[in-house]
């Protein structure tokens, strides 16, 4: 007798891999985890239907993320800055 296994479901935040059926536990995983990031009611029919994307940080943690030669941080003005320039094709 084989049984047919349903595939293991994963937090498509954090990756975690769920035991069980499908999305058993989502609920308290999510509300544990990721609620500051996107509140489960409006975070569960978007992982249910496969179409939730992970977002990433705000500009402003993007900006700490970057550093000059003399590791001073880029303001958001100066990537704003840099990112119309090349855009605009300037080096």
Request: some cysteine; charged content about 25%; aromatic content about 10%.
């Amino acid at each position: 007798m084989t049984t047919k296994s349903t595939p293991q479901k994963v937090c498509p935040e954090c990756g975690y891999q769920f035991k069980g059926n499908g999305f058993d536990g989502i609920d308290a995983h999510w509300c544990a985890k990721h609620e500051s990031r996107m509140p489960y009611h409006i975070a569960w029919p978007q992982i249910k239907s496969g179409t939730y994307r992970r977002r990433t940080g705000s500009i402003e943690a993007f900006c700490g993320s970057l550093a000059k030669g003399n590791k001073i941080k880029l303001t958001i003005e100066e990537i704003k800055e840099f990112t119309e320039r090349a855009l605009a094709g300037e080096r």
